[in-house]
């Protein structure tokens, strides 16, 4: 066996996991029924978004007035890209503590870290509530999943596997209880049993790999949607 051929199946192996992931996220996001999305701009969401944008798609953003985040732009530019509709709702100093307060009734703890990733979520199913929406997309899962987060990118490749492992067996998304409470219904593509599964089986330079000198996390779906979205989008950290 050449060099060659030997990078030829490998090449064509990498693709056909591509090729499958993606159909099988798209099959999933399409079973989805909702009709708005909570977007960042960020990779997950815009995904999703890519995926139901011919379905009458509406995004909403939270976006603070006393600090304007990245989101905001990526944000902009995905929902433009995608031809959707976006509401940027903007919030004060003054409703995130409410949702802080609110947040911590709601989760019944104290925990900082969970309390502060969970206001944004908080926010927009308040405001999603508001309009009389029950059910919203999310991208929740897809950092656990795919490997995603930054101190997953650092570990090698055992470590990873013991950690992704880890991370699956508890795993749990505050964005449901907060939903739950408000009488909303969360679907989270990402967290599908199927997809799940065949993530499982991926090698994990199809997780982690690297795009010139730049080490990313989810790397196969950025591979499997490169040429849907901006690549400002796919290949933001």
């Given at each position: 066996i050449t060099i060659y051929s030997?990078?030829?199946?490998?090449?064509?192996?990498?693709?056909?996991?591509?090729?499958?992931?993606?159909?099988?996220?798209?099959?999933?996001?399409?079973?989805?029924?909702?009709?708005?999305?909570?977007?960042?701009?960020?990779?997950?969401?815009?995904?999703?978004?890519?995926?139901?944008?011919?379905?009458?798609?509406?995004?909403?953003?939270?976006?603070?007035k006393d600090f304007l985040g990245s989101d905001l732009q990526y944000s902009q530019i995905t929902a433009k890209h995608l031809d959707i509709f976006l509401e940027l709702k903007y919030v004060n100093i003054n409703e995130m503590l409410n949702a802080v307060e609110n947040t911590i009734k709601?989760?019944?703890?104290?925990?900082?870290?969970?309390i502060r990733n969970s206001i944004v979520s908080y926010i927009y199913l308040k405001a999603l509530k508001e309009k009389d929406v029950t059910k919203v997309i999310t991208g929740d899962g897809a950092d656990e999943i795919f490997a995603g987060y930054n101190f997953l990118v650092k570990k090698d490749n055992s470590e990873l596997k013991d950690e992704l492992k880890r991370m699956k067996?508890?795993?749990?998304?505050t964005s449901q209880k907060i939903a739950s409470e408000l009488?909303?219904?969360?679907?989270?593509?990402?967290?599908?049993?199927?997809?799940?599964?065949?993530?499982?089986?991926?090698?994990?330079?199809?997780?982690?790999?690297?795009k010139n000198d730049d080490k990313f996390g989810k790397w196969i779906l950025?591979?499997?949607?490169?040429?849907?979205?901006?690549s400002s989008v796919i290949w933001r950290e």
């Open positions: 030997l990078l030829t199946y490998i090449f064509e192996i990498m693709s056909k996991s591509i090729e499958n992931i993606r159909s099988l996220l798209e099959e999933i996001t399409m079973q989805c029924d909702a009709d708005w999305i909570a977007f960042s701009g960020g990779l997950d969401s815009s995904i999703l978004a890519q995926i139901k944008k011919e379905d009458d798609l509406n995004a909403i953003t939270i976006i603070t709601i989760l019944k703890n104290f925990n900082d870290i969970e067996e508890i795993m749990h998304f009488g909303i219904s969360i679907q989270m593509p990402f967290i599908d049993e199927n997809i799940i599964n065949a993530v499982e089986t991926l090698p994990i330079s199809l997780l982690v790999n690297q950025r591979k499997a949607f490169e040429d849907d979205l901006p």
